[in-house]
């Protein structure tokens, strides 16, 4: 019995003494191989997965003591998946805590209202926190990939603020994007005014992206609406300048001449009657819904006061006037 007990103890020692040490040791700062050091867990990692992970970012941490310290503490199957950045003082305690309460970095990119999807490609490509998987891809094979019954992604991505797991998959950003726009267009045009002269949900968009192009003025916004849904009523044409400059393409060189007023293309709207074909740029939320619910107006012309809103007018001879007065220094 006597030396069953000095078993027990002798047991009883050792363990005492790995746990102290093993505390110790997870109560010291990591070494690191930069300062801050970032690295990222894929989903689905095991501990020892993450710990590889890890080691091969740079963390000098000991594979069998921190797996030792999971499972002391429990959570050697609570390990989150992301990307994470740590810095000098470290400890492998402090570690295992972030990584199992998640304490992830986000990177962020801001998208912005009126943009065309050239640029958004353009801030996407040269974002350094993102993994650029459509890069050297088509737009065709983008919508391909993102499963749209589209034929061009103008129109169809939300402008907003994302943040996103650092190193996350430029194309899991945009399918944010377009399900995003789809949702709001959705519940938008469920409840849209009456009477108004649009066949489909993407007759809106369209509209609402030339709304988003013509002004930035909120107040504004909804006469604007009001005089493109009147011309369309009318069968007018729809005589709107950014739908001819992005028809322009890469040969509009900033200054709009009378010459390409009179060019023939698919989104000139003094030569072609209704809505161009496409959007012609990303609409925000306000656009959208002032395409949908356009003010009460029976204006059918607008000019740019040059402070940034707009004068309306019923009639051309109205208009005239207007644009003497505004665009010509005209009284």
């Not at 849904?229 to 044409?237: D, S």
Request: aromatic share 8%.
């Amino acid at each position: 019995m006597r030396l069953l007990n000095k078993l027990f103890s002798l047991v009883f020692l050792l363990a005492a003494t790995a746990a102290g040490g093993l505390w110790w040791w997870a109560s010291q700062p990591l070494n690191l191989q930069q300062v801050p050091l970032d690295f990222r867990i894929i989903a689905g990692s095991s501990l020892r997965s993450a710990i590889t992970q890890m080691q091969e970012a740079g963390v000098d941490v000991q594979p069998s003591l921190l797996t030792a310290l999971a499972r002391f503490k429990r959570v050697d199957v609570g390990i989150k998946a992301g990307s994470y950045s740590i810095h000098q003082g470290i400890t492998a305690l402090q570690l295992l805590e972030m990584l199992t309460q998640g304490r992830v970095t986000l990177g962020q990119v801001v998208l912005i209202e009126g943009w065309t999807f050239k640029q958004w490609r353009a801030r996407l490509d040269s974002h350094p926190d993102l993994t650029h998987e459509t890069r050297g891809m088509t737009e065709a094979e983008i919508i391909e990939r993102l499963g749209l019954p589209v034929t061009q992604l103008e129109g169809w991505l939300f402008s907003d603020t994302y943040l996103f797991d650092k190193q996350s998959s430029d194309l899991e950003l945009l399918a944010r994007a377009v399900r995003s726009m789809q949702a709001k267009l959705a519940s938008e045009w469920a409840g849209r005014a009456t009477g108004l002269p649009y066949k489909t949900p993407h007759d809106a968009l369209v509209m609402a992206s030339i709304i988003e192009k013509e002004t930035g003025r909120e107040a504004d916004r909804t006469l604007v609406a009001a005089v493109f849904v009147n011309r369309l009523r009318q069968g007018m044409l729809l005589q709107t300048d950014p739908s001819v400059i992005y028809g322009l393409g890469n040969d509009f060189d900033g200054n709009l001449r009378k010459r390409d007023l009179q060019t023939d293309t698919p989104y000139n709207t003094y030569t072609r009657s209704g809505l161009p074909p496409t959007p012609i740029a990303m609409p925000g939320l306000a656009s959208l819904r002032a395409a949908l619910h356009p003010a009460s107006s029976d204006a059918l012309y607008f000019v740019a006061r040059g402070d940034g809103s707009s004068e309306f007018s019923r009639s051309l001879d109205e208009h005239n006037r207007a644009v003497n007065k505004y665009q010509r220094g005209g009284k």
